[in-house]
């Protein structure tokens, strides 16, 4: 639709996801009070904090559920602020995962994953289906093609989900506190197919409160602290934060 | 007084009855129809398609069916529209019923989980996509029982089609009880034909209802 006003080709050094100056409020209440940073190819970036500090928030406005007052987003070369952008191109681009899974719960897991390929870029069905059972080989539910959600535990679940974002064969991958909804052990099933895509050199964006997992994937730390980037660096600066916010938030205290 | 109820009167009250049924299916198949697109519309990211829903509905919520039935055959035969005692009936009940189905299905559109519209848009399905493949097959489960349920409601409420002339079940006995004056007899009849239409319709509901807050797993 608008091709013109948002070429899809990129420089190839330009950042994935780019937030600079960006401003949200609910009513009024501030929810991002001039947010910036940017994601590279391939980098994992972690937003953390604590709730209610614009991180869910932000990680939603780069997929355009939400629109911001003020500031840019650019995101595959797309200007996510622009009126005018063709949203479903967006987000044939870029991959959302939420915390409450959202599987379809009328249609089998390998529907659930061949609906948007087939009805969305065309692909034909056969081919979908085996784009499907690809997916689901890559988040270890090969077994469960034909299962429906309600069938699976909340872990599997969660899998099947990141296995539908993955058919789209997005360039950039968000997700927004996919575990906390999972106990423990769940956990560790959804993190460690979250590890293997990050170490397939996949772009991504977590919201999480797993500090471990943070720790061990995160390319960048964005900690958000009352709508605003308080502090942000490389995984280091959870253990040795420059900030007493970000040390108080991390619980080593000072 | 005016001899006994024999096998003829029954057989032209059971002659109504199937006309009671028949008109109940127009109802249901007309009044569907429109009032799938009614719940369509209040539901529409138009607000002028959503205002047009919403007071369409609160027009005919707040006029009694038996007003309809006249306007429909009454007041258009006084504007010079003649138009059959079946006809009437058939569009009264389409335009009655179509204002409470598509009240009961925006409440069954919206019952499904908003999360459910996050996850089909971040998949980049279009609105009608998502709609079609998404929304109503989940919306239609939930709506199933509340919809037999109110089949209930359009069977009882087409008696009302006797004042039109239509005759169903009720003009039917009317009709009989004025050659017989068997008053309490013939409208007993009546009452049990209506009771063991409506009484099936009301324990499916009870049925459906149940089974599909049970959520029984389909074994694929």
Known sequence: MNAHVNPPSVPPNAPVVALRNVHKSFGSLKVLDGVSFTVGRGEVTVLIGRSGSGK???????????????????????????????????????????????????????????????????????????????????????EKLHAYPEQLSGGQQQRAAIARSLAMQPKVMLFDEVTSALDPELTGEVLKVIEALAAEGMTMVLVTH???????????????????VHEAGPAGILSSPSTPELAQFVGTGF | ????????????????????????????????????????????????????AATYVQLIQGTPLLVIMFLSFFGLAALGLNISPLLAAGASMTIFVAAYLGEIWRGCIEAVPKQQWEAAEGLALS???????????????????????????????????????FVELTRSGQIINNS?????????????????????????????ERSALQKKPALA
């Open chain 2, 180 to 208: 017989l004056f068997e008053p309490f007899i013939i409208y007993s009849i009546i009452a049990v034909v209506y009771f063991s239409l409506c009484y099936p319709l009301s324990r499916l509901s009870r049925r459906l």
């Open chain 1, 210 to 228: 797993e500090m471990s997992f943070a720790r061990g994937i995160a390319d960048q730390v964005v900690f958000m602290h009352k709508g605003k």
């Open chain 2, 1 to 52: 007084m005016g001899g006994a109820l024999n096998i003829n009167h029954l057989l032209f009250l059971g002659h109504g009855a199937l006309w009671t049924i028949g008109l109940s299916a127009i109802a249901l198949v007309g009044g569907g129809s429109f009032g799938f697109l009614i719940a369509l519309g209040r539901v529409s990211p138009s607000r002028a398609v959503r205002l047009l």
């Open chain 1, 56 to 142: 869910s928030t932000a990680l939603r406005c780069i997929d355009r559920f939400e629109t911001i007052d003020g500031g840019e987003i650019e995101v595959c070369g797309r200007r996510v602020d622009d009126a005018g952008l063709d949203v479903r191109a967006l987000r044939q681009d870029v991959g959302i995962v939420f915390q409450s899974y959202n599987l379809f719960p009328h249609l089998t897991i390998e529907e659930n994953i061949t609906l948007a390929p087939h009805a969305v870029k065309k692909v034909p069905k056969a081919e979908a289906r085996a784009l499907a059972a690809k997916v689901l080989a890559q988040v270890g539910l090969e």
């Open chain 2, 127 to 165: 609105r009608s996509q998502r709609m079609v493949k998404v929304i109503l097959p989940q919306a239609i489960r939930l709506a199933t029982p509340p919809t037999v349920g109110f089949m209930v409601q359009i069977v009882k409420n087409t008696s009302l089609a006797s004042v039109v002339g």
